[in-house]
């Protein structure tokens, strides 16, 4: 009897520590679980809005354009470049790629340019310049097909050489004043706003080629919701968004291409490849609002 007490006391602490080691299991499973579902939350109640962003800083102008005229220094207007900190007119993809960046986030090195803005015949650079990666514009079964920009692409949007609006895709507003119509030229935005320019690039590729003769024929811009048989390759909608710290009459304004309705982008896109794959992935296929490290707002 004597060696049974301690024996019986033993399986009483073997029966109490597989009890807590049982808890213990629950409780982990518990908090496992809780954190997957915290993870998961986000994307549960992400913003339905295909896209993602880049901010991107001025960087510096040049009569150079690598697009229009490469090798060809100070052949150009006068571009404000932004972005790829090296652009110039001889660029080339390995410059890009090796690039520091303006822009958030800092992985792209992509380079975006326009025509630089006078106002009274002083250059004005844009205070906040945003190039929206998006899905839209096509039905929902394209968006989810889209595919990355392929590396190297190089794209001109808008009409340089535009005469007027009827040939023109330039749109210009005044931010935080909606009751401002928005134009194709130049508006009077009053005291307290910013002069706003838009510019939608086509997103259609045609699959093969990263440049062509005009800059723009190997993508174009969608038809009835859907890409043409001639470009069936949906990449995402680049939208340039340039807000100017300009108001008042718009006769003091112009473009180094001209008149407003001159309004044109290059992109020359750098973005790593599996950066813009998992963005394109994680935020425009599942119709989701990212934010600069392509992650769910």
């Not at 339905?48 to 901010?55: I, L, N």
């Not at 108001?247 to 112009?254: E, L, M, N, V």
Request: proline share 10%; with cysteine.
């Amino acid at each position: 009897m004597d060696r049974a007490a301690p024996l019986s006391g033993t399986h009483r602490r073997l029966r109490l520590a597989t009890a807590i080691g049982a808890l213990l299991v629950l409780l982990g499973t518990y908090v496992v679980s809780t954190t997957e579902r915290a993870d998961a939350a986000p994307v549960a109640n992400a913003i339905r809005v295909a896209e993602f962003p880049a901010d991107c800083t001025y960087s510096h102008r040049l009569p150079d354009d690598p697009i229009i005229f490469p090798g060809l220094p100070g052949a150009s207007h006068m571009h404000s470049f932004f972005g790829a900190t090296v652009t110039n007119a001889n660029t080339t993809l390995p410059d890009l790629v090796n690039s520091p960046s303006t822009c958030n986030p800092r992985v792209d090195v992509s380079s975006y340019w326009v025509p630089t803005l006078y106002r009274d015949n002083v250059p004005v650079e844009p205070a906040i310049a945003t190039f929206y990666y998006l899905g839209e514009g096509v039905r929902s079964d394209v968006v989810a097909n889209t595919q990355p920009f392929p590396l190297g692409l190089r794209l001109v949007a808008g009409n340089a050489k535009a005469t007027g609006s009827n040939d023109s895709i330039a749109r210009w507003s005044c931010l935080h004043a909606g009751h401002v119509p928005p134009s194709k030229d130049f508006v009077n935005c009053p005291s307290g706003t910013m002069l706003e320019s838009y510019l939608d690039f086509p997103q259609c590729w045609n699959g093969r080629d990263l440049d062509s003769p005009d800059h723009k024929s190997h993508l174009a811009y969608p038809v009835n919701q859907a890409c043409p048989s001639t470009h069936p390759v949906h990449v995402p909608k680049l939208r340039q968004v340039l807000r100017y710290p300009v108001t008042g009459d718009p006769s003091r304004i112009r473009l180094a291409s001209g008149p407003g309705y001159t309004m044109h982008g290059d992109f020359f896109n750098a973005w790593p490849v599996a950066e813009m794959a998992r963005r394109v992935q994680d935020c425009i296929r599942p119709v989701i609002k990212c934010g600069h490290d392509g992650r769910p707002i």
